[in-house]
């Protein structure tokens, strides 16, 4: 192969590793890095937006469910408490993402990953509609993001040894 950013579709495990521990790691952070971090920080700003709209419309949706008062104030809590909890940490994961950090890197894969199975399940078994209002956009920027976390850049660029000066930084991120 002529050029070193492409490789075969079968390639062992050992060249991998050896191939970029001899390919010189970018010294800045690669677009595919700034690029899935945006879109997981934005992620997590469009949670805020739904958790207004959820605030607006909950009184509604609890009356036409038939929920006491109590019940409707204890579920909205609930439902608040677990979205803004679920906001944080894609914010906090976006945040180390754009920082280098190859845990939080792969945590957010493996999350999107999850999505993407349980929207293929949901189509698949209970015959949920896949529309552009609900499920499609999500999916395609879940794909997006995975693929742009998974990009050999990336990979390279989380997984670079940091300097002296940043060991102690490198040591909290990893």
Known sequence: MTDPRKRAAIESPSALIEREAT??????????TALG??????????GLLWLGAFALFWPEIARSESLTPEDAALLGWVVAAITLAGVLVLLVLGWLIW??????RILVMLGLTLSIMSAAVGYFTMGEQITIRTTLVVVALDILVLLALSSRDSRAWARRPRGARGMASAQHRD
Do not use: E
């Open 23 to 32: 390919a010189g790691v970018p010294a800045r952070r690669p677009a595919s």
């Open 37 to 46: 971090s945006f879109f997981v920080l934005s992620r997590g700003l469009a």
């Open 99 to 104: 920082r280098g950090s190859n845990w939080a």
